[in-house]
């Protein structure tokens, strides 16, 4: 199994590499194997029931972990398919050295990904995050317009100033750990929580409050995600859905592995009143901002900062079965928010605008997108039987399970609002009268092939999912202290 | 540092006086309406962070130190600054006066972030064996000047360095907190940092290459 892990860092850093050198073609062929090896590979993990360590300790995988790097992976898998259509093939050296460029770092976007939830404790955790952060704001930067120029600049400023206070929280949590384990050791979980029970409260608060601000930033929490529209919707498509999809949610793992050693060590009470906070507000903010955009990528990226509220007020709540929930919304948002992206990658092709008053008779003009797009939307208002309803549904079962019926409430009023604000969007753009000028059809048939595979797999999600996927989701609550 | 057989307490000021530095040197950066004053008092808040490395390094017996003192030395003295430097010689525009606030009310402002950042850091129930609790205090309030200085400053240079001397604050404290880290994983933090200047750069360049100057007041087109 130890292998396992040292592949699933090595396939994609070797082909971002290759990347680099290879013709066009040679390129997307090997990206394409690389993400659906990846993803093979990180699906091989799921039936394990130890916990996998290799490189002598450095690389370390349980439940938790294989649920993200599940997630990671199946975007990485789905975006190739669709960034294969989407970059535009050309004889000229400006195409190919753009095509160049993109499918290295895409890769190794996915690299740094696959690497955050992989690696063992807590400080090569954040080197991890901050890796992702420059590849990813080079990315945001790639289609070289003013939009995307000012997008990365406030990206990278704004991400690396929060991920300096998420290094501040993990010099403070080792400093908690010090005062047990002695001046030197490795910040590794097993450490951390082995001895986690006897650090100082006072520390591990600020520790954990220092790390929901600062991995929040890069979560998206409000008030600290004001460069995510921006950076989603300048960035070429496949790059929104992989920041939407798999970067947030890396962020949001983060911020998990501090909560699972404050739980050890104070309790639950304080983790979560500081998540209840930060969740509420961005899903409140969000859920307004959603009424009022004009623009389809940012109305996508606002739907993800209500999604990332919900993930964080679903670990306040105390019952065991809506962290499950949120662990299977991960995997439901991950695959909803790239389709949906994609989707948007196809209209703006087809219509060349992002703005949604110029968009007209989506539906009409592409006949597989345009209804797949619509499909998504759905799954994102958490309709059934897609699997973010499964998930949003053991949330808020396991919110009123708990001793307040508000929190539950609002939750639901909220995503209600949500819904509102994308189904307006679906019924002016998509399902209109298609105008004359515009001519039907798809591009090319990948970018709807990867469109099909994350709604197959939101079905899935909310039909009938896997046995063993529901007993990964199982454990990883437990680990994350559910059984209290 | 140089006086080796001087009392414990001597020593214990000294560096006091140094971490006093360092958060002086921020208050000089938020100040300054030059960029290259204010990349070189980024050179020097480095040296200082540098000399305290040092000096933990000395009193601590803790080797690995010294290597990681030498290779932040190397870095955020020499490499960061130059490369920052050079960028500014190369697009001949030096920033002047990007203050959103008149100089008075920043200085005020910082001021009153720093007493808040001390009382409240120095209050932590923290012994540390390496370096004085106040140190980790004034690391609190350089992080705290820092976070103004990229909001009340509108041009890259500025909010680069803002950046960077953020990353000195966090430097600063993780000397008083945890000064036994293990080597490779304050190596990864240096290496971090250094691939974070090099995207700073290239934005700032593609940046200035787009709208021909440095101030972000041109950056104003997406909102929503």
């Known amino acids: ?484 | 540092m140089a006086a080796v057989g001087a009392s414990p307490s001597t020593l214990t000021d000294a560096a006091e006086v140094v971490a006093l530095l360092v958060l002086l040197s921020e208050f000089a950066m938020l100040r300054s309406s030059l960029s290259r004053s204010q990349v070189r008092l980024y050179a020097f808040q480095s040296l200082c962070v540098s000399v305290l490395a040092a000096f933990v390094a000395a009193t601590r017996h803790i080797g690995a130190l010294y290597v990681l003192m030498s290779l932040s030395f190397v870095l955020k003295v020499i490499v960061v600054p130059t490369i920052i430097l050079r960028l500014v010689r190369e697009v001949r525009v030096d920033v002047t006066a990007s203050h959103r606030l008149g100089v008075a009310s920043m200085v005020l402002l910082a001021i009153v972030l720093s007493v808040f950042g001390v009382f409240v850091f120095g209050r932590l129930p923290i012994h540390s064996r390496s370096l004085p609790i106040l140190a980790l205090a004034l690391a609190a309030a350089v992080i705290l000047v820092a976070f103004l200085l990229v909001i009340v400053r509108n041009d890259v240079v500025s909010q680069a360095v803002g950046f960077f001397s953020l990353e000195n604050g966090v430097s600063l404290a993780s000397l008083v907190l945890a000064a036994g880290l293990p080597l490779i994983v304050e190596v990864a933090f240096l290496f971090d940092l250094l691939v974070a200047v090099v995207v700073f750069g290239v934005l700032m360049r593609v940046h200035h290459g787009r709208a021909r100057t440095l101030s972000t007041r041109a950056l104003d087109r997406l909102q929503g």
Not at chain 1, 122 to 147: C, H, K, N, P, Q
Not at chain 1, 306 to 316: K, N, Q
Not at chain 1, 387 to 406: D, P
């Open chain 1, 1 to 484: 199994m130890g292998a396992l892990l040292v592949a699933i860092l090595v396939v994609p850093l070797a082909t971002s590499l290759a990347c680099l050198k290879a013709s066009a073609r040679l390129a997307r062929a090997l990206s394409l194997t690389s993400g659906a090896a990846t993803f093979g590979l990180a699906v091989a993990l799921i039936p394990s029931h130890q916990i996998t360590t290799a490189l002598g300790g450095w690389l370390r995988v349980d439940a938790l972990s294989v649920v993200f790097l599940v997630a990671v992976t199946f975007l990485y898998a789905t975006t190739t398919i669709f960034a294969i259509g989407y970059v535009r093939t050309g004889s000229g050296p400006v195409e190919a050295r753009y095509s160049r460029r993109f499918f290295a770092g895409l890769n190794l976007f996915a690299w740094a990904m696959a690497m955050a939830p992989v690696v063992n404790g807590l400080a090569l955790l954040w080197v991890a995050v901050e890796v992702t952060t420059v590849v990813s704001a080079l990315l945001v930067a790639i289609d070289d317009t003013d939009g995307a120029a000012e997008a990365a600049w406030k990206y990278v400023l704004i991400a690396s100033m929060g991920l300096g206070i998420a290094l501040l929280a993990t010099v403070v949590m080792y400093y908690a750990g010090s005062t047990v384990l002695g001046g030197s050791y490795e910040l590794s979980y097993a450490n951390l929580l082995g001895a986690a029970t006897r650090f100082p409260p006072e520390i591990v608060r600020l520790s954990f409050g220092l790390a929901v601000l600062g991995f929040g930033s890069k979560m998206g929490l409000v008030p600290v995600h004001t460069w995510l529209p921006d950076a989603h919707s300048e960035a070429p498509t496949p790059i929104s859905a992989m920041l939407s999809g798999s970067l947030l949610t890396v962020s949001f793992y983060a911020i998990l592995r501090f909560y699972q050693v404050t739980v050890r060590a104070i309790g639950p009470d304080f983790p979560r009143a500081v998540l209840l906070v930060f969740g509420l507000a961005s899903l409140v903010l969000a859920a307004l901002y959603l009424a009022r955009q004009h623009d389809l990528k940012r109305l996508l990226a606002y739907s993800s900062v209500e999604h990332m509220g919900i993930l964080a007020v679903g670990m306040s709540f105390s019952a065991p079965i809506a962290i499950v929930g949120v662990l299977l919304h991960v995997l439901a948002h991950a695959a909803a928010k790239s389709t949906a992206f994609f989707g948007a990658g196809s209209v703006i092709r087809k219509f060349g605008t992002k703005e949604m008053s110029r968009i007209q008779g989506g539906i009409g003009a592409l006949p597989w997108s345009g209804p797949m797009l619509v499909l998504a939307v759905l799954a994102l208002s958490a309709m059934p039987p897609f699997g973010i309803f499964r998930s949003e549904f053991l949330i808020v079962e396991g919110g009123l399970a708990g001793s307040s019926t508000a929190v539950p409430a609002v939750l639901v009023v909220f995503v209600t609002l949500a819904f509102l604000g994308l189904s307006w969007f679906a019924t002016q753009t998509m399902l209109t009268p298609t105008p004359d000028g515009v001519v039907r059809g798809e591009e090319n048939a990948w970018m709807p092939v990867s469109m099909v595979m994350g709604l197959a797999v939101l079905v899935l999600l909310g039909v009938h999912p896997p046995p063993q996927l529901s007993s990964l989701l199982e454990r990883a609550a437990a680990e994350l202290g559910a059984h209290r």
